[in-house]
């Protein structure tokens, strides 16, 4: 268990320090509804990553490792496509560097319910291509590891944590001491707004390494 942890540690961190989800939560912190839009997002990250990783893990458990150290030819494989993506998405990120506009949907965060919140947090954590290639990665990792028991499901909680930290730690600072934190979240909003795709770009090219070093390893 101790090494699969080790491995999905990179990707849990990467899903953790996207700055738009971060950006996201700290609008909804600062909004008219900060209560409900805050807690329905926090939901909705968690169940949208638990729900891509945890159905990647069942469908890699057909990946036959045929008793090799490193998994099968066929993971490995699957981890280098991911991997090169995952550097694709990089070099886009940076080629829009200077677009610093703010999207659509943050500008009118103000007017979300809890559900909308919720749908958001699902849609940014399990269906945004940079985060759902992590995930899969995440949940690859877990299923060709040859964990028993109740092992995989406990791999896939340790990731859901580490992978949704940063934006259920601003809900729950939040909800504990809001007037003491909210110059601190004006701050992190103007930074992460400013400098979101290169941070995307860096996040996405040390990952996408990462996830290909792995496949290559397994070769």
């Known amino acids: ?3 699969v942890i080790g491995d999905l540690l990179p990707l849990a961190v990467g899903v953790a320090i996207s700055p738009i989800p971060i950006v996201a939560t700290i609008l909804m912190l600062l909004s008219t509804h900060a209560g409900s839009t805050s807690t329905g997002f926090g939901v909705g990250w968690v169940m949208g990553i638990v729900v891509v ?3 990647v893990v ?11 150290d490193n998994g099968s030819p066929a993971a490995s494989w699957t ?19 200077t677009d610093t506009e703010v999207p659509g949907w943050m500008k009118a965060i103000d007017e979300f319910t809890f559900l909308r919140a919720t749908g958001l947090g699902m849609l940014l954590s399990g269906v945004n291509p940079k985060n ?3 995930c899969v990665s995440a949940g690859i ?3 060709t590891a040859g964990l028993d028991g109740a092992g995989p499901m406990g791999a896939v909680i ?14 729950v600072g939040y909800a504990l001491a809001r007037e003491r934190i ?3 979240l004006d701050a992190v909003k103007t930074w992460l707004q400013a400098n979101n795709h290169q941070v995307m770009a860096l996040i996405l090219l040390i990952m996408g390494s990462v996830v290909i070093g792995k496949g290559l390893g397994g070769l």
Do not use: E, Y
Not at 60 to 65: A, H
Not at 163 to 171: G, K, W
């Open 1 to 3: 268990m101790g090494a």
């Open 53 to 55: 990783t945890g159905l």
């Open 58 to 68: 069942l469908a890699s458990g057909t990946i036959d490792s045929n008793g090799a």
């Open 79 to 97: 981890k280098i496509v991911l991997g090169t993506a995952l550097v694709v998405l990089a070099i886009a990120q940076w080629r829009r560097r």
């Open 132 to 134: 759902l290639l992590l």
């Open 141 to 143: 990792t877990i299923g």
């Open 158 to 171: 340790v990731f859901t944590v580490l992978a949704a930290s940063t934006v259920l730690v601003p809900v």
């Open 182 to 184: 909210q110059p601190s």
